[in-house]
């Protein structure tokens, strides 16, 4: 849980809707979710 959480403020954080982010954790690899999430890091 505590994980998933830290995904997702990390996701709001840059400007992401976590909705979002936590649909593709469930439908794309994990990998993928996280680049598109540090995209423009």
Known sequence: MAALMTVGETARRRGHRVSDIYFELFTRPPDYV?????ADA
Not at 34 to 38: A, D, F, K, P, Q
């Open 34 to 38: 996280l680049r598109r999430v540090y």
